[in-house]
Every structure is written in C-alpha cells, then in structure tokens.
C-alpha cells in the first residue's frame, strides 16, 4: 500500500500492549509520518514504538495530564518534523486503523474545502466477548453525514485544527465535541462518512467500568455545558438537565418525599418505565436485536444515575476549586483476548 505525504497521524496511549501494536502496525501501513505520544506506560509501550521507527514524545506527567493534551503535543511534533502535513488523523492507541480509511478520508477532505473533520464508522473489535462492549459498538453506529461533533478517531484539517489552537488541554473527557464548537462558529464543517474507519478494543468486562465509563460521560457534558451553554446552541445543555432530572431529582422526590406524602411520592417512579418505552421505541427504528435494544434502553436509561454522578463531582470540583482527575475505566493490564482465555 502506497504512503500518504501530506498526511500525519498522531496515536495516544498508555499501557495499551498488544492493541498499541496493532495500531501501530496499522498506522505504518497508511503513512510515514507517526507520532505516538505516550503518558507514562510501564509495559513497553515506548520501546515498541520506537523499534517501529515512530516517532515518540514521552508526556511531563509533573503537568495534569489529558488527552487533548497528549493530542496537541503530538500535533506539535508532527508538524516540527514535517511542515507539508496538511491533514492529521488522530486516533487512540487501542484502536487499529482500517486499511485505505487515511486515503478515504484525505479524498473526501480535499474535494470539500469548507470540511474540517472527516470521521467514519468506529467498529468493536469482541462486540459479543461482553454486553459492555456490544453497548459500546451500538453507540459507536451513528447517522452518516453532517454531523455537530466527532470522536477520538478523526482525520482533520491542519489549517482548521491550527485555527482553533487545537483541544482545550484542561478537559478530561468530551474535548472533541468541545473541539468541534469551537470550528463549527468558525463556519467549519464537520462530515460523517459510510467507511470502516478504525476497530477499537473497549475491554469492558465489568459493570463497574460501564459505571465509570458513564460517570465520565455525565462529567463531560456537565463541563460542556458549562463552558458553551450560553452558545445560541446551548451545547449539552438538554443532555445535562436530562441527566438531573432522571438520575437525581426524580428519585430525590419521589424518595425524599414518602412520609410527607405517605407514600404518594413513590408514583413518580412510574416514569422510568414511561421513559425506557420512549428510548426503546426509537431504538428499535434502528433494527437492531430485541436483545441488543432492549439492552441498549436500559443502559441509557440507568446510566442516568453514573452521569449524574459524574455531574455533580464536576461541579462540587468547581465550586470548590479542586484538581480534575482523570476518569478512567479500563484495565490496562487486560484485553479482552486474555478474558477468553480465562473463560474457555
């Protein structure tokens, strides 16, 4: 396969193993030109990388780290190794690069100069290994087409990327939606396209990942919100009152208030099935298994409850003015090849 010139790729990991392998296998196949910054493993990652001939920046950790942080670090490096890239894909080193999507997405870059973001189709690498992944791989299936916000796996547009001055390093989680706010007022584009972009291993074997997983999402819209919800879009605005509604007001009142209204209180209650039948109608447009949309309702539905979670610890952060840690829900010492194994 022939190497894209004018097309960079920046990888982000930490103890990823054998994923960051295939990634990096993955990657040497599309393009010449690879950074992979690294935050602090303890397994090799490093050393593979630079056996590979990649290029490698080893993150200050004495700094907060983030990812949009590792992302801009390596943006910076690549484009001091090779002014001419003119577009980057970024991708998270637990995910494996489709072959020919670098060359599909530079295309469909170059034949629309108002596009500054170019994503495609995330796939799960086990989607049946657990139902945590399998949730993952549903989410992961959205509309093709013009779109508000991308992933972590995305290929854009130096000049718009530079522009913007790239992710906002302070985020822990939901700093590519953030990302795309910001280029979306510049009048930039965001596109969505039907290809295979990347295989992504989520290696969710517990439900108390799910549960992490969903409190940071909770974390990253109430932050979104916060910095943007004033915005004419009012960014994640809907998505935050929904989670306080139904992962804390609703239960609060409905608990909170059994012996002042002798137990009336409790039919509130009654609108959590209401609104799984809501979630389940529209999923079930989507023609997906009874299983799979059954199981994707309910996780929208109780991950209210870690969301509000994450919501809350946002602002009790803020008001309190206490450092953000990161809010991470893999095991980097698993894949889910070792839980086959286990479980043959």
Known sequence: MQTLKNVGLVIIGRNEGDRLRRCLHSAIEQTNHIVYV??????????????????????DLSIPFTAARARNEGFDRLLELNQQIQYVQFVDGD?????RWMATARQVLEAR??????????????????IYNRLCDIEWDTPVGEATACGGDAMMRVAAFTRVQGYNPNLIAGEEPELCVR????????????????????????FSQWWKRSLRGGHAYAEGAWMHGNSPEKHWVKESKSIWLWGFILPLMAFGGIL????????????YPLMAY???????????????????????????FPQAQGQIQFHLNRLFKRD????????????????????Q
């Open 38 to 59: 690294d935050s602090g493993s303890t397994d090799g990652s490093l050393e593979m990388a630079e056996s590979l001939e990649v290029e490698v920046v080893n993150l």
């Open 95 to 99: 995910c494996e690069i489709f072959p």
């Open 113 to 130: 100069e108002d596009l500054a973001v170019v994503c495609g189709r995330r796939r799960e690498r086990f989607p049946e290994a657990t």
């Open 183 to 206: 280029l979306r007022r510049q009048g930039w584009k965001i596109r969505r396209i039907d290809a295979d972009m990347t295989l992504h291993d989520a290696a969710m074997t517990k």
């Open 260 to 271: 002042f209204s002798k137990g009336w209180s409790l039919l509130l209650l009654l609108g």
């Open 278 to 304: 809501k979630i389940y109608r529209y999923v079930k447009l989507r023609n997906y298994s009874p299983q799979d949309t059954v199981a994707y309702t309910m996780s929208c539905l109780v991950g209210k």
């Open 324 to 343: 953000i840690c990161l809010i991470e829900y893999k095991n980097s010492t698993a894949t889910i090849d070792n839980f086959k194994t286990i479980n």
